[in-house]
Nanobody
Framework: QEQLVESGGGLVQAGGSLNLTCTASEPMFTSFAMGWFRRTPGREHEFVASITETGLNTYYGDSVKGRFTISRDNTKNTMYLQMNNLKPADTAVYFC???????????????WGQGTQVTVSS
């Protein structure tokens, strides 16, 4: 059974917006740090954003600061990534992750979703 399930990916024009959702199957994830990584073919996973257990602290990769916003709703076991002003360079598979640590900014992590494709056309 998949424990982290992403949704909301798709095709959008440059300058557009998408909102990714990650739904956790287990309530235990509400006590984990959660975040997003992305990967393009031939490249390593890139840190996108993360959020602490309570949602009070957030962290972003340099390439998305000011454009992406991460949030979570622990009552719904759900995390979100609002992506605005998308660029073709944002095209990637986006993965939801979770880890029983205070913060996430690097790999490895314990839990991964299956990924959702985001494609930004120029």
């Amino acid at each position: 059974q998949e424990q982290l399930v992403e949704s909301g990916g798709g095709l959008v024009q440059a300058g557009g917006s998408l909102n990714l959702t990650c739904t956790a199957s287990e309530p235990m994830f509400t006590s984990f740090a959660m975040g997003w990584f992305r990967r393009t073919p031939g490249r390593e996973h890139e840190f996108v954003a993360s959020i602490t257990e309570t949602g009070l602290n957030t962290y972003y990769g340099d390439s998305v600061k000011g454009r992406f916003t991460i949030s979570r709703d622990n009552t719904k076991n759900t995390m979100y990534l609002q992506m605005n002003n998308l660029k073709p360079a944002d095209t990637a598979v986006y993965f939801c992750v979770a880890n029983p640590t205070l913060i996430i900014t690097t790999l490895p992590v314990n839990y991964w979703g299956q990924g959702t494709q985001v494609t930004v056309s120029s």
